[in-house]
């Protein structure tokens, strides 16, 4: 089955607006995270932002917020003001439990921003 | 700081072809990674390492063998290269002792087999 699921293959936004980016996942562990990373054109994985199946608050690094909506199993990835930059893949991706830590990923949103 | 370097950038290899790939850090990290990314279906784990001298298979081990002879250098090895591992592998690694710590990623192979 599925761990985590991101439906959007692809996303568009217009400069300076704020942009969703849509992640579900499945697990019956009660400890677990949620990682965003970004992999733009040139290959590498930059890490975005993590949730903490525990936190009380919602995530935000920068422009990036995560808004965990922990009964219906979502993560999502919000970028306000986004900008040229921000085109790239976004990969959203889970660990289970409080071991050495396994990541499963999700297939990715590619997000293309325009001026 | 260089973080996670992989070695080579770029190969092309033929059936039956074997090869290493190098993966090192310099962050003291316990933990290291091999994926791989194929096109739509994100990183795949295919080994992993949870300190020197302990490896452990992943979602996709077959055809791959590793090594963590040294805390900082992590090897995948191809005995018998096969089209189906043409694929963008990526090496990871991470520290212990903090449940939010990301992985951090080296730049990634690309590796065709013809």
């Known amino acids: 089955a599925q761990k985590i699921t991101q439906t959007q293959p692809g996303m568009f936004v217009q400069e300076k607006e704020a942009v969703t980016l849509d992640c579900t996942y499945d697990t019956s562990d009660p400890s677990y995270g949620l990682f965003w990373y970004k992999q733009p054109s040139s290959g590498e994985m930059i890490f975005l932002i993590y949730q903490g199946s525990y936190d009380q608050q919602n995530a935000t690094e920068g422009r990036y917020s995560l808004n965990f909506q922990k009964a219906r199993k979502s993560a999502n990835l919000v970028i306000s003001a986004s900008q040229l930059g921000d085109s790239a893949m976004y990969f959203c991706?889970?660990?289970?439990?409080?071991?050495?830590?396994?990541?499963?990923f999700g297939t990715g949103t590619r997000l293309l921003v325009s001026p | 700081n260089a973080g996670v370097t992989q070695t080579p950038k770029f190969r092309v290899l033929k059936t039956g072809q074997s090869m290493t790939l190098l993966c090192a850090q310099d962050m003291n990290h316990e933990y290291m990674y091999w994926y791989r990314q194929d096109p739509g279906m994100g990183l795949r784990l295919i080994h992993y390492s949870v300190g020197e001298g302990t490896t452990a298979k992943g979602e996709v081990p077959d055809g791959y063998n590793v090594s963590r002879l040294k805390k900082q250098n992590f090897l995948l090895g191809l005995e018998s290269a096969a089209p189906s591992q043409t694929s963008v592998y990526f090496c990871?690694?991470?520290?212990?002792?903090?449940?939010?710590?990301?992985?951090?990623f080296g730049p990634g192979t690309r590796l065709t087999v013809t």
């Open positions: 991706a889970m660990r289970e439990g409080q071991g050495f830590q396994k990541l499963v």
């Open positions: 990871a690694s991470k520290q212990t002792g903090t449940r939010g710590a990301e992985q951090y």
